[in-house]
């Protein structure tokens, strides 16, 4: 069989393909050493797409991309295929016509792709984004002054529409095809690093120097390994007397929990997300020295099989491990005159919580609690839960959460090398709740408050370290009887005062 293209997308407002740094230099560079990959070094094409202008969507670069890639197999002649290395929005570019130009076009058994790998892709979206475009054209860990597009800005906004479609197809059905196992299997890699290149923070937006990403996507928002579960209200009774309908419905019951199919995912030590010093891709040198980044890639290559590509994520999974140990989380910045500062990045997890009712509608008007232990008391929840909280502005009563995994499950002290504790233990408050709390319950039309319960314990049970977990809430929306009556008395009366009365089933 031919030797595989290699095709080099990039990321989001970019303008030059110097961006791509010496990478595709030492892949071609590695793929002429004995036992190196085996690559078409002779066939390397990278990407150029417009994202800085408003009108362009996500789905457009997917098309815009299929016609190109389709163009460079006919010139190479039939029955070729590439292997794909994508940077930053890239990731979801190429997921996107993955999706729509391959598999719901039908042509999964017989796709032109056989590795896409993916470094430090906002799979689902970036804290940043909701920054706008003067903010963000700013930052120089992205966009190095280029006023990006809103059209892929929506996109990449946490929790929007558009990307939880994406993702929960993925969830739902992609494990069906079974790509990794089809006559021409389709492998995905996500490579990600969770270093802070301080040359690059910007002081005005914290979000740059997060720990639990890379100064520009989490972890937990590149990984593939994501959930999805349901949790809904029951149904109101015919003639429950008003006390009891509120007592029963109270409890949010689970009704869906379903994993993604294990995707390969590795932590890249020492980078960040962009930079010719650390960046996970600029930073690449032609020099034959090694290179985490390189290293990781040249693993993938490798997969040629589902066997492969099973064992490849086991070992993925266990060197992830090693990597964030307790006393390898420690980042020591020593800066002159003044005292080192001290840098612990704690493994973290998103959840994604999207507010809907059982007739579609989203509730932006309730508030979400986060409780702990047996109490369901918010006020237990351990210090350093939280590291961030964000609203999609297009879609209401999405919410993203950016918790500290380590705070939750609970972590031993942290010591220097010198024995010195840099930070005490971190003692976890069981079982972790969440509670629905409406502005009003006594409207005519609304919602009651809700808790979790029966199905799922705790939501440590489904939230898992450098994962995005979606939650579904679904409420019964309360009708009451007063909204609608019927009187036989044919005189004129006055029923504004009339109470609400009773839920309508």
């Not at 293209?5 to 990321?11: K, S, Y």
């Not at 791509?20 to 690559?39: C, D, I, M, N, W």
């Amino acid at each position: 069989m031919a030797k595989p293209l290699l095709v080099f997308v990039h990321g989001w407002s970019v303008t030059s393909t110097a961006t791509y740094g010496e990478l595709p230099a030492r892949l071609k560079s590695e793929a002429t050493r004995a036992g190196g990959p085996g690559l078409d070094v002779a066939h390397v094409h990278l990407g150029q797409y417009v994202s800085f202008r408003d009108e362009v969507t996500v789905p457009d670069i997917a098309r815009a991309f299929d016609h190109a890639i389709a163009e460079v197999l006919a010139a190479v002649g039939k029955g070729r295929r590439f292997v794909c290395i994508t940077h930053s929005t890239g990731g979801p570019v190429l997921r996107e016509w993955l999706d729509r130009h391959v598999i719901r076009a039908g042509k999964a058994d017989v796709c032109p792709m056989s590795h896409l790998i993916m470094l430090a892709p906002a799979n689902f979206g970036s804290a940043l984004a909701q920054l706008g475009k003067g903010r963000l054209g700013a930052i120089k860990a992205w966009f190095d002054g280029v006023e990006p597009g809103v059209g892929v800005l929506d996109w990449l906004e946490l929790a929007s529409p558009e990307s939880l479609a994406l993702n929960l197809r993925w969830i739902h059905d992609y494990p069906k095809l079974k790509l990794s196992r089809a006559g021409q299997p389709v492998f995905q890699f996500v490579l990600s690093g969770d270093a802070i290149d301080r040359k690059l923070y910007d002081h005005v937006n914290a979000y740059t120097g997060e720990t639990g990403g890379d100064g520009v996507v989490r972890l937990a928002a590149a990984n593939l390994n994501a959930r999805h579960v349901v949790l809904e209200q029951p149904e109101l009774r015919a003639g429950e007397a008003l006390p009891s309908a509120r007592k029963r419905l109270r409890e949010l019951r689970l009704a869906a929990n379903d994993a993604a199919e294990t995707t390969a995912f590795r932590i890249i030590p020492g980078t960040s997300h962009s930079g010719t010093d650390m960046g996970i891709m600029a930073g690449v040198r032609d020099d034959g020295r090694p290179h985490p980044t390189v290293d990781a890639i040249l693993r993938c290559l490798k997969v040629r099989n589902h066997d492969d590509y099973a064992t490849l994520c086991k070992q993925f999974e266990a060197e992830n491990a090693l990597h964030q140990e307790p006393q390898r989380r420690v980042e020591i910045e020593r800066i002159p005159v003044l005292p080192d500062r001290v840098y612990i990045h704690d493994p973290h997890a998103m959840l994604i919580v999207r507010l809907l009712d059982d007739s579609g509608a989203r509730l932006p008007d309730l508030n979400v609690l986060l409780t702990a232990g047996p109490a369901g008391d918010p006020n237990q929840l351990p210090a350093g839960f939280l590291t961030d909280r964000q609203g999609n502005r297009r879609a209401a009563g999405h919410l993203t959460f950016f918790l500290n995994h380590a705070a939750l499950a609970g972590c031993p002290e942290i010591r220097d090398d010198k024995g010195k504790v840099l930070r005490g233990e971190r003692v976890p408050r069981p079982p972790y709740g969440l509670r629905l709390q409406p502005r009003s319950e006594d409207g005519w039309v609304g919602h009651w408050a809700a808790e979790l319960g029966a199905g799922l314990e705790s939501l440590l049970d489904v939230i898992r370290p450098n994962q995005t977990t979606i939650v579904d809430i679904r409420m019964r929306r309360i009708v009451r009887e007063g909204v609608f009556r019927l009187t036989r008395s044919l005189a004129a009366r006055d029923f504004r005062k009339d109470l609400p009365g009773g839920p309508v089933p």
